[in-house]
């Protein structure tokens, strides 16, 4: 694969997040948000894991209410949690990182398994001409907007720098993401003081719709 393509750029970000995913900056803000405030209801009592636990539940859980209230569906392929376009071979998960928008490429605190590996070629496939994944053309990449794939809404959180982006995996070896096609700046190194402290009427804040349960 060649160089990652980078939208790092507040209005390149916003154009790329609505031509082929629907949302906003501010949406996926939200999301982060949810995250670092579930990790902080971790206690010294709980276990050791509980901080990537809580944001694992609560980063699922709120990448799934906001893309499901524009029609996307839930789904699980691999042991992998997602949600799905309701037309393209378009998925979402979530997933920790260590350092998530920055100049090296994010790497997944707990690691991609087989399933993962499997699931990540599997989607990514279909993004390139049989001629650029030829092991002669090593360096080929992706031309045009890629509106298919699975991709991964990566939040990292170490101490106070908090950042996040959503991205899309080339693919998985020795364990962990073996590089990127693309890669969307979300919460960039030194924003997220402002938007800690910023207020707003949560316009752009995650509706969760109930659903009901028939009791068998």
């Not at 360096?139 to 509106?147: F, Q």
């Not at 979300?186 to 938007?195: A, C, L, S, Y």
Request: with cysteine; hydrophobic share 40%; net charge negative.
């Amino acid at each position: 694969m060649g160089l990652a393509r980078i939208y790092n750029e507040e209005w390149t970000v916003d154009a790329r997040l609505s031509e082929t995913f629907g949302v906003t900056r501010d949406q996926l803000i939200q999301i982060v948000k949810e995250v670092v405030g579930a990790r902080a209801d971790a206690v010294d009592n709980d276990p050791i894991s509980a901080a990537g636990q809580f944001a694992y539940i609560h980063g699922t859980r709120n990448v799934r209410a906001l893309f499901r209230t524009r029609g996307w569906n839930l789904c699980r392929k691999d042991n992998i949690e997602l949600v799905r376009h309701p037309e393209r071979d378009l998925t979402i998960t979530y997933q920790s990182v260590d350092l998530a928008a920055s100049d090296q490429s994010p790497m997944a605190i707990s690691g991609k398994g087989a399933g993962a590996e499997r699931a990540i070629d599997e989607a990514q496939l279909s993004l390139f001409k049989p001629e650029e994944i030829e092991p002669a053309s090593p360096r080929a990449t992706a031309t045009g907007p890629i509106n298919t794939g699975m991709w991964f809404f990566c939040v990292s959180v170490v101490g106070d720098d908090v950042r996040a982006e959503l991205s899309l995996p080339s693919g998985v070896s020795g364990g962990n993401f073996k590089d990127f096609i693309e890669r969307i700046f979300i919460v960039k190194k030194g924003e997220w003081e402002n938007i800690r402290l910023s207020t707003g009427d949560d316009s752009d804040a995650v509706d969760f719709e109930p659903v009901v349960v028939r009791k068998q």
